[in-house]
């Protein structure tokens, strides 16, 4: 079974496309009550339009990132990411924020070893840009 398991793709372990919707679901409202964050993302609830064009990217992106075949249509992540001056307390919350989500939709170990992987490697593309 483990040996099947490594045979998929990071995109079919998380769940494909439906998966991948409820994990980021999770995480943007986890993001809205993490005292670390949430003034980052509180003011999206009121701009819906905006909420939806982010949920939309970040599903793309963990979609594409993860081995799938949605094409990510936002920008780079430094580019999406520059001016914002995130430092590592609220970085840590994301990735806090992503795990915790990742627990709640019951993803194996591995897999989970594999997303956080993927969100190191996007450290310096995010903090203090």
Avoid at 23 to 37: D, L, R
């Amino acid at each position: 079974m483990e040996n099947n398991a490594n045979e998929k793709s990071l995109y079919e372990r998380l769940g494909g496309t439906e998966g991948i919707s409820a994990i980021v679901q999770e995480v943007i409202e986890a993001h809205m009550v993490n005292p670390g964050i949430k003034a980052r993302f509180l003011p999206l609830k009121d701009d819906t339009q905006h909420l939806a064009e982010v949920k939309k990217h970040v599903i793309e992106f963990f979609i594409m990132g993860s081995g799938g075949p949605q094409q990510y249509s936002g920008k780079d992540m430094h580019s999406a990411h520059v001016g914002m001056n995130i430092n590592q307390g609220e970085y840590m919350c994301v990735m806090d924020d992503i795990m915790s989500a990742l627990d709640k939709n019951n993803i194996d170990e591995q897999s989970k070893k594999d997303v956080l992987a993927i969100i190191y490697s996007l450290k310096d593309q995010m903090i203090g840009v």
